[in-house]
């Protein structure tokens, strides 16, 4: 029941990182649903570095975070998870974070290649816990989560793993993703979704994380 679509806020771009834009291309990059205090992380509860955390691309945060609740929820403590062959399955695509780090002259640290590696992604929470399962990063642009949890179905189905961790992020640090996409007219100019309306124009950009636990039927419930 709330309306998370506003403004782009300053935390993810100014107006110095956005060039003149004539309309209705201006209007159609104003909007979007944004995750507020996505850079924040309690790194000293996964171990993380204050100086990896810095290069981390905060996709990579929310991962850990949201994917670690999930494994609790599923009653899935570090005892039970370490050396086990629980899987984990990452929907992601580029946030960005690369002209982020070049912005901040951290891109050529020691961390900032695994920091904003897409790849990288999927085995954070895997390291973090010992899990020994698979751990797959996909990237198919607006399918991407949906690809994972197939995965994830299917690591189960095959014998490959025992639980499956399916994770789906979503940033926007940079502005120019949603640009080419307003160029091409594919975003709302008033920020709204009207599906099957007279008044659609387009749709809006949005961030996120979402996660859960998959695991096998036991033989008496195949």
Same mark, same amino acid.
């Given at each position: 029941?709330?309306?998370?679509?506003?403004?782009?806020?300053?935390?993810?771009?100014?107006?110095?990182?956005?060039?003149?834009?004539?309309?209705?291309?201006?209007?159609?990059?104003?909007?979007?649903?944004?995750?507020?205090?996505?850079?924040?992380?309690?790194?000293?509860?996964?171990?993380?570095?204050?100086?990896?955390?810095?290069?981390?691309?905060?996709?990579?945060?929310?991962?850990?975070?949201?994917?670690?609740?999930?494994? =609790?929820? #599923?009653?899935? $403590?570090?005892?039970?998870?370490?050396? /086990?062959?629980?899987?984990?399955?990452?929907? %992601? &695509?580029?946030?960005?974070?690369?002209?982020?780090?070049?912005?901040?002259?951290?891109?050529?640290?020691?961390?900032?290649?695994?920091?904003?590696?897409?790849?990288?992604?999927?085995?954070?929470?895997?390291?973090?816990?010992?899990?020994?399962?698979?751990?797959?990063?996909?990237?198919?642009?607006?399918?991407?989560?949906?690809?994972?949890?197939?995965?994830?179905?299917?690591?189960?189905?095959?014998?490959?793993?025992? =639980?499956? #961790?399916?994770? $789906?992020?979503?940033?926007?640090?940079? /502005?120019?993703?949603?640009?080419?996409?307003? %160029? &091409?007219?594919?975003?709302?100019?008033?920020?709204?979704?009207?599906?099957?309306?007279?008044?659609?124009?387009?749709?809006?950009?949005?961030?996120?994380?979402?996660?859960?636990?998959?695991?096998?039927?036991?033989?008496?419930?195949?």
């Amino acid at each position: 029941g709330v309306d998370v679509i506003g403004e782009v806020p300053v935390a993810r771009w100014g107006a110095d990182d956005v060039p003149e834009l004539e309309e209705p291309v201006a209007s159609r990059v104003r909007h979007g649903g944004f995750v507020r205090g996505a850079e924040l992380m309690d790194n000293m509860l996964f171990g993380v570095s204050a100086a990896e955390t810095a290069a981390m691309d905060p996709q990579q945060r929310l991962l850990l975070e949201y994917g670690y609740v999930a494994l =609790h929820d #599923a009653r899935l $403590g570090r005892e039970a998870l370490e050396g /086990s062959s629980t899987g984990v399955y990452v929907g %992601i &695509a580029d946030s960005g974070f690369v002209k982020v780090l070049g912005k901040t002259g951290r891109f050529t640290g020691v961390y900032s290649a695994t920091g904003s590696s897409l790849s990288v992604s999927c085995g954070r929470l895997s390291y973090l816990l010992g899990m020994q399962g698979p751990a797959v990063t996909y990237e198919t642009a607006c399918s991407a989560t949906l690809v994972a949890c197939h995965g994830g179905v299917r690591g189960l189905q095959l014998g490959e793993c025992t =639980h499956s #961790a399916v994770e $789906g992020v979503m940033l926007i640090l940079s /502005s120019d993703g949603t640009i080419s996409i307003a %160029i &091409a007219a594919m975003t709302s100019s008033r920020g709204r979704s009207h599906t099957f309306d007279e008044r659609a124009d387009g749709y809006a950009r949005a961030e996120g994380c979402g996660t859960l636990t998959l695991r096998g039927a036991s033989p008496s419930e195949a």
